[in-house]
């Protein structure tokens, strides 16, 4: 009996073996590792990328050293891409194995089932530490994984602003407003606000901002419009931008026909105070002395918000895979292996992205690497998506309609009641059509 006993112990522990080195490897198969794997080692995966995240050779080659992967990086106009993806896709043909994916992507492309969810090959502790990530999400799934990250703040002149007598940063819009007029009024600088007002997309980005600023969203959760009541967010935030222009004159009229980068331009050599929807990556522009004027007076700050509370919203670009893709293992090991932070670290010095993670951000401050970077640590956990239930699939018609409206409002041809309302129609005709 008592060797029986032994010999059932012996079994049950062999077992016991056996059953935790196969879940050990089923686990070494599923997380963030990305070593040589002879499932995927010698595919050749195809990456295709705007011209800003053309990856330097070296990391491609050190990538394959690591793994067997052979990548093959395509670059291709932000807008080419996206036209790619849709014909691609729609025909059942993957446009590469891992591509591009715009924040305001996530809609039409979720809602078309075009890319493969990415929830398996993250922990959690990666996704927690990717503040941008929830942007991605399409009813439940994370559709890529951000590789740059954008969002946005405001920027000061601060000598300029001194001279007006003003030493503390705005914390609300009416603070920032006033102070602007102070600057006016003293004779400092004549139009202090910088904002692209033209029929172009980036005219678009300060009225969003702006709502967010005042306290609200755009929608309700059904995409119901909520901007053209007096008292919302979204009517306050037009409000301050065309009174800006008209009444209290802080906006230079010359602002119909600039686009964003006039705008960075512009406060980059001193001819505008604030840069009120500004990259939060300009920072490193704004204080490079040998392309800036304002290198020593440039500061960046949360963009001030309703009873202080600063809210912003994210603009990332992300990885993902296609659902055609015929090698997903390989393209996943490949977004997992650039998401690390060496990797991140390599891609913020080499191509000036941001990173989206904040551990990887911490450290960059720490070593005094990361532009504003007490502000964009601050700023950071502050990021949300600018529609709560992800980009609905007709966002880019939507934000064309927008600019092209508050360019009208800015030029005299609409009033403001007439702008919201013309928006908000054409939103519940295409909720109707849907």
């Not at 059953?19 to 997380?31: D, E, P, Q, R």
């Not at 407003?177 to 172009?200: C, E, H, R, W």
């Not at 980068?261 to 980059?268: A, E, G, L, P």
Request: glycine residues 8%; aromatic residues 10%.
């Amino acid at each position: 009996m008592e060797g029986f006993i032994v010999k059932g112990y012996r079994k049950t522990a062999f077992l016991l073996a056996v059953i935790f080195a196969i879940t050990m490897l089923v686990s070494a198969c599923g997380n963030s590792s990305t070593g040589n794997s002879s499932s995927t080692s010698g595919q050749t995966i195809n990456v295709l990328l705007p011209p800003w995240g053309n990856f330097p050779k070296s990391m491609l080659a050190q990538f394959k050293k690591e793994t067997g992967i052979t990548v093959h990086l395509t670059t291709m106009s932000w807008d080419d891409i996206h036209d790619k993806i849709v014909t691609s896709s729609a025909a059942g043909v993957a446009p590469a194995d891992v591509t591009e994916f715009d924040w305001s992507w996530i809609g039409q492309f979720g809602q078309a089932g075009w890319y493969e969810p990415l929830n398996k090959y993250f922990s959690s502790s990666v996704i927690n530490d990717t503040k941008t990530m929830p942007i991605f999400k399409y009813k439940g799934n994370y559709l890529a994984m951000p590789y740059s990250n954008d969002f946005r703040v405001t920027y000061i002149n601060k000598s300029i602003f001194n001279k007006a007598g003003i030493t503390k940063m705005p914390t609300t819009p009416e603070e920032l407003m006033n102070d602007a007029v102070q600057v006016k009024n003293k004779g400092v600088f004549k139009y202090p606000i910088g904002l692209p007002l033209s029929a172009t997309e980036g005219t678009a980005t300060p009225w969003y901002l702006l709502t967010k600023s005042f306290g609200g969203d755009l929608f309700d959760s059904n995409f119901k419009p909520e901007f053209t009541d007096k008292n919302s967010a979204g009517y306050k935030a037009m409000a301050f931008i065309i009174s800006g222009l008209k009444q209290q004159k802080i906006i230079d009229p010359a602002a119909v026909s600039l686009k964003d980068t006039d705008v960075i331009s512009n406060f980059q050599h001193g001819k505008t105070a604030v840069d009120l929807a500004g990259w939060v990556g300009n920072m490193s522009l704004y204080q490079n002395k040998a392309k800036s004027t304002v290198a020593n007076s440039a500061v960046m700050i949360p963009t001030p918000g309703e009873n202080g509370k600063s809210r912003t919203f994210g603009l990332p670009e992300g990885l993902g895979i296609p659902k055609a893709s015929t090698h997903k293992e390989a393209a996943a090991k490949f977004i997992q292996w650039i998401i690390q932070p060496k990797q991140l670290t390599e891609i913020y010095s080499s191509l000036g992205l941001l990173p989206n993670r904040q551990s990887v951000l911490q450290e960059l401050d720490k070593e005094g690497k990361l532009s504003g970077g007490k502000t964009v640590i601050k700023v950071m956990p502050t990021v949300e998506p600018l529609f709560k239930q992800g980009a609905p699939s007709w966002y880019l018609k939507f934000s064309t309609d927008v600019s092209t409206t508050i360019n009208q409002m800015a030029s005299g041809s609409m009033s403001i009641d007439a702008g919201l309302k013309h928006i908000a129609d054409n939103v519940n005709q295409i909720n109707k059509n849907n």
